[in-house]
Every structure is written in structure tokens, then in C-alpha cells.
């Protein structure tokens, strides 16, 4: 009987034992699970629900315009955060007509807003985009997916049906903010610095709050200036103006980390060395890093950014103390996308534009960094490998077919259920041809300028 009360508690410890292992190896597996694997996961159509007090999702519906941050609740498939902020975001979709009929808004959440450490799986914030100016749905993502086949750091992105307070609000891209979180994923680094130029003119829900507080409707800006030739950038151009950090609100008001002034004067000695014809701007600037963004930029055409009038929608970061641009917010890119009256594409007439002479509007003077760039031959040499790597290796193999097909087959029939959006299907299916179309005839276009075959 000793023998078998001995061998019992034998097996026992060892059952322990196991499911002990079993445990710890389970909650191992699940420290080690990324939010790439789960919300931005892009092969599933993910589900958000949100939850506010009634009276402030009828406070942010009204002021939407002010961003103010709201309590709310959260489940993203079928995850519960509780202790979530919420708040409108974004820019000219904030105040389209169409979002505002539709209550439709561009949203941001904050994880750790109301509760130290909250996090979804190391994701503190996440963008939910509305999608309100691409009849696609597919711009951005396409977008940040060929900007990753270059080799360049770019948000992570997926789509969701998004509801509040059980009301459907329709189909959202989810988007990784470019922050904290973002530098841990992409970088080997705990030194970095990130800005997001932004000039005031194009800040119009900005603008208007501050309109809010003049007299007899006065206006401070209209949105036409920024394509004159005095259209203040604030310093997002990336022209230098003096040493004083105040000489350049539209960056040092736009820190996404905490800057010290140190860091600040490096910026500015970055900025000044590209004035400077005998300096070694290289000193200071990511030539290689550089050479991916802007060639994928260029490929992809987006003039709402830095090389168009408007000198915003991008990132600075600096780490190892020099500087690069990350891509952001590209839902005018591919040449735009226009409808006639019978809601039929019209071809982008930005096909053979050139990708060593970028600029839309500004001259290379006013936005000096593609101007040194361009000048450098050891960048124009890594700048024109990339576009032939990339044609030879994504357009030419047919992979940028696979995922534009891939991904609208996956989210169409979310597209039709979305009537927030105003688009038919018939409109997103010839959106999508139209893409297929714009980058195997923009990378033909392309080749023929490196071979010297075109102007």
C-alpha cells in the first residue's frame, strides 16, 4: 500500500508538473504574440466595437472638430480594453461633408490615457482611418505596402468594421501610429527623435477653432493660399531661417517624442547644412534611407506631402543622429483619382511624371532637401537602384497584382455593406482596375526614364 500511496504522489507531482509546463509555455507563446499578428493582421476584415456614455458620443459627433478625447470602452475581436480614450483625428476628412452627414469621423484611440501600462499588445495608440477621399479603399495600404517592398519603415495597416454604441459606422482602415511603438518595431535603437511637420495652413480644423475666437467672422487663412507663392510652410519646406527653434512652429509645435533642446539644434543644423553648398550634408542626412523613401514616393505620386505645395504629410525621425522622412497619409496618392459626372474614372494625368524632377509646384529652392539629394551622385545612384530593384522584383513579377486583387477580393463585400462611404461597387471595381492600370504603366514609364528613353 506504501508502494502505491509512493507511485501516487509520484504521478501526481508529475501531472503537476506538466500542466505547469504547459501553462508557462502557453503564456510564454502569448508574451511573444506582436500586434502585427493580431489587429493588423491583413488578411481577415477585423470587428472594433465602441462604447461612450451616450451624451458624449452625441458631444463628439457635435464637436468634432475640437478632438477632445472621451472615456470609452473597446472590443476588438473579441478583446475587451476597458479605460479607453477615444477622439476625433485627421484633417480635411474631419470636415467632409460627407463625414459629417454620415457621422462617419477619422478616430484615434489611446490605450494608456486612463490606465498606466494598458496596452494592446505593446500597441498604445491606434488610428482608425474613415477612408472618406479614396474611392479604392485601397490607396493608403497599397500605398505603405509598396513603401515596405522598397525597404522603407511604414505603418502597418488593416481593415475593420467599426461600431459605436452598436451603430454601424462602416468599413475603417486601422492604422499603426508613427510613435513609440512604431520605432520598437522597426528600429534597433533607444536614441530617436520623431516630428511630423505640419504647416497651419493646412491644418483647417486648426484653423478654424482659432477663428472661433476672432470677431465678425474674420477669417485667418484661405485654403487657396497654400498654393501661392507666399504660403508660409512654418518650416516644413526644410528651408533654413535662422538658428532660433520659435523660426519653425510647423516642426517643433509637431514633436511626437519629448525633444531636447539639444536635439532640436541638431535638426537645425541639418536643415542649415543643406544651404550650405560646401557642407557635408551627409553628415547629418540618411542618404540610404533616403533613397528608398524618395523612391518609392516618387513612384507611388503624392503631391499632398512635401513634394507638393503643401509640405506636410511626413515624418522626420533621427536616430543615430541623422535624419530620414517615414511616409504618412496617402490616400491622394497614385496621381489622385477624379470622378465625372457619370462617376467614371478619369485617368490620372500624372503618369509620366518625372522621378528626378519630383517637385509639383514648388521649385527645388523651396524644398532644399531633394534639391542637395538630386545634386549628390552617390544618391542618384542608390535612388535609381531602388526603382529598378523594386519594377524588376514587385511590378514585373506581378506581385502588386496578386495584392491588389487579393485585398479588394477580401474586403468588397464590406465595401457594397458600407453605405456611409457614397461609393458603389461598380465605382471600387473600377477603382482597383484603375490602380493595376497606374502601376504597371507608371513602372513601364519609369524604366524608360532610368534607360533614358523618355524625357
Known amino acids: 500500500?506504501?508502494?502505491?500511496?509512493?507511485?501516487?504522489?509520484?504521478?501526481?507531482?508529475?501531472?503537476?508538473?506538466?500542466?505547469?509546463?504547459?501553462?508557462?509555455?502557453?503564456?510564454?507563446?502569448?508574451?511573444?504574440?506582436?500586434?502585427?499578428?493580431?489587429?493588423?493582421?491583413?488578411?481577415?476584415?477585423?470587428?472594433?466595437?465602441?462604447?461612450?456614455?451616450?451624451?458624449?458620443?452625441?458631444?463628439?459627433?457635435?464637436?468634432?472638430?475640437?478632438?477632445?478625447?472621451?472615456?470609452?470602452?473597446?472590443?476588438?475581436?473579441?478583446?475587451?480594453?476597458?479605460?479607453?480614450?477615444?477622439?476625433?483625428?485627421?484633417?480635411?476628412?474631419?470636415?467632409n461633408d460627407k463625414t459629417v452627414e454620415s457621422n462617419k469621423y477619422p478616430?484615434?484611440?489611446?490605450?494608456?490615457?486612463?490606465?498606466?501600462?494598458?496596452?494592446?499588445?505593446?500597441?498604445?495608440?491606434?488610428?482608425?482611418?474613415?477612408?472618406?477621399?479614396?474611392?479604392?479603399?485601397?490607396?493608403?495600404?497599397?500605398?505603405?505596402?509598396?513603401?515596405?517592398?522598397?525597404?522603407?519603415?511604414?505603418?502597418?495597416?488593416?481593415?475593420?468594421?467599426?461600431?459605436?454604441?452598436?451603430?454601424?459606422?462602416?468599413?475603417?482602415?486601422?492604422?499603426?501610429?508613427?510613435?513609440?511603438?512604431?520605432v520598437k518595431r522597426n528600429y534597433n535603437t533607444k536614441s530617436y527623435n520623431i516630428y511630423q511637420p505640419t504647416p497651419l495652413a493646412t491644418n483647417f480644423t486648426k484653423i478654424k477653432n482659432l477663428e472661433k475666437n476672432l470677431f465678425d467672422g474674420e477669417e485667418i487663412f484661405l485654403e487657396t493660399d497654400f498654393l501661392s507663392e507666399n504660403f508660409d510652410t512654418g518650416g516644413a519646406d526644410l528651408v533654413f531661417r535662422d538658428e532660433n527653434p520659435l523660426s519653425y512652429p510647423a516642426i517643433f509645435e509637431n514633436e511626437i517624442t519629448n525633444v531636447s533642446p539639444e536635439s532640436r539644434n541638431r535638426l537645425i543644423q541639418a536643415i542649415k547644412s543643406l544651404q550650405e553648398e560646401n557642407s557635408s550634408f551627409e553628415d547629418y542626412w540618411d542618404i540610404e534611407a533616403l533613397a528608398k523613401y524618395f523612391a518609392a514616393h516618387n513612384f507611388i505620386l503624392?503631391?499632398?506631402?512635401?513634394?507638393?505645395?503643401?509640405?506636410?504629410?511626413?515624418?522626420?525621425?533621427?536616430?543615430?543622429?541623422?535624419?530620414?522622412?517615414?511616409?504618412?497619409?496617402?490616400?491622394?496618392?497614385?496621381?489622385?483619382?477624379?470622378?465625372d459626372e457619370n462617376r467614371n474614372i478619369i485617368e490620372t494625368p500624372y503618369l509620366h511624371f518625372s522621378v528626378d524632377n519630383p517637385l509639383d509646384g514648388p521649385t527645388p529652392e523651396m524644398r532644399p532637401l531633394w534639391k542637395r539629394l538630386s545634386e549628390s551622385e552617390t544618391f542618384m545612384e542608390k535612388y535609381h537602384v531602388e526603382l529598378q530593384t523594386f519594377i524588376n522584383d514587385y511590378i514585373l513579377?506581378?506581385?502588386?497584382?496578386?495584392?491588389?486583387?487579393?485585398?479588394?477580393?477580401?474586403?468588397?463585400?464590406?465595401?457594397?455593406?458600407?453605405?456611409?462611404?457614397?461609393?458603389?461597387?461598380?465605382?471600387?471595381?473600377?477603382?482597383?482596375?484603375?490602380?493595376?492600370?497606374?502601376?504597371?504603366?507608371?513602372?513601364?514609364?519609369?524604366q524608360k526614364q532610368l534607360w533614358g528613353l523618355a524625357k
Open 397 to 446: 513579377t506581378g506581385k502588386y497584382e496578386t495584392y491588389l486583387e487579393k485585398t479588394s477580393n477580401m474586403i468588397r463585400p464590406y465595401v457594397e455593406k458600407d453605405v456611409m462611404s457614397g461609393y458603389s461597387t461598380e465605382v471600387f471595381d473600377k477603382s482597383i482596375e484603375q490602380l493595376k492600370t497606374f502601376s504597371l504603366r507608371r513602372a513601364d514609364i519609369v
Open 302 to 339: 503624392n503631391f499632398d506631402s512635401y513634394t507638393g505645395n503643401t509640405a506636410h504629410n511626413y515624418y522626420v525621425i533621427e536616430q543615430n543622429g541623422k535624419f530620414s522622412l517615414l511616409p504618412w497619409d496617402y490616400d491622394l496618392a497614385f496621381g489622385g483619382v477624379d470622378l
Open 1 to 95: 500500500m506504501k508502494f502505491l500511496k509512493n507511485h501516487s504522489e509520484f504521478f501526481l507531482i508529475l501531472i503537476i508538473l506538466a500542466v505547469c509546463g504547459f501553462l508557462s509555455l502557453y503564456f510564454y507563446k502569448s508574451s511573444q504574440i506582436t500586434y502585427k499578428q493580431k489587429i493588423f493582421n491583413p488578411n481577415v476584415v477585423h470587428e472594433i466595437k465602441l462604447t461612450l456614455e451616450p451624451k458624449n458620443l452625441a458631444l463628439m459627433f457635435k464637436n468634432h472638430e475640437d478632438k477632445i478625447k472621451y472615456h470609452a470602452d473597446m472590443i476588438i475581436d473579441d478583446e475587451v480594453y476597458k479605460d479607453i480614450s477615444i477622439s476625433t483625428r485627421g484633417n480635411a476628412s474631419l470636415i
Open 107 to 182: 478616430l484615434k484611440i489611446n490605450f494608456k490615457k486612463y490606465v498606466d501600462e494598458q496596452n494592446y499588445y505593446n500597441l498604445d495608440k491606434l488610428v482608425l482611418d474613415n477612408i472618406s477621399a479614396d474611392v479604392s479603399f485601397l490607396k493608403n495600404c497599397y500605398a505603405y505596402k509598396i513603401m515596405s517592398e522598397f525597404g522603407v519603415p511604414a505603418p502597418l495597416c488593416s481593415y475593420s468594421e467599426v461600431y459605436m454604441n452598436e451603430e454601424y459606422k462602416g468599413l475603417f482602415l486601422a492604422i499603426e501610429p508613427i510613435d513609440d511603438s512604431f
